[in-house]
């Protein structure tokens, strides 16, 4: 069964930075683009970063541009999304996503696998 775990999430101050990982079980993440997105409470999903499978190309909502920075670790079939200068807005349930051998852009496909979510909360 495929599967995709997030961890890391947490409560954290204003300014302060959390690691989040997505490790999969059951397929090979190095096959697949990923996908970070997030939801508060009452809003809509949001596209957070992804990572492409084909050139490795990054994307960062403009929000998250520069202090957000979405990795690969494939000999642990994990993705890491690192979060700095974490902001009260940064505040939702993260989740990662999946999708096999995309030949489009990380930003521009849509998702078959997704985990869980993982809870972040920035708040002083």
Do not use: H
């Not at 989740?95 to 002083?124: F, H, L, N, P």
């Amino acid at each position: 069964q495929l599967q995709l775990v997030e961890s890391g999430g947490g409560l954290v101050q204003p300014g302060g930075s959390l690691r989040l990982s997505c490790t999969a079980s059951g397929f090979t993440l190095a096959y697949y683009s990923i996908g970070w997105f997030r939801q508060a409470p009452g809003k809509e999903r949001e596209r957070v970063s992804c990572i492409s499978v084909i050139d490795e190309s990054t994307y960062y909502a403009d929000s998250m541009k520069g202090r957000f920075t979405i990795s690969r670790d494939n000999a642990k079939n994990t993705v890491y999304l690192q979060m700095n200068m974490l902001k009260p807005d940064d505040t939702a349930v993260y989740y990662c996503a999946a999708e096999y051998r995309s030949g489009y852009k990380c930003y521009s496909i849509d998702y078959e696998y997704w985990g869980r979510g993982t809870q972040v909360t920035v708040s002083s």
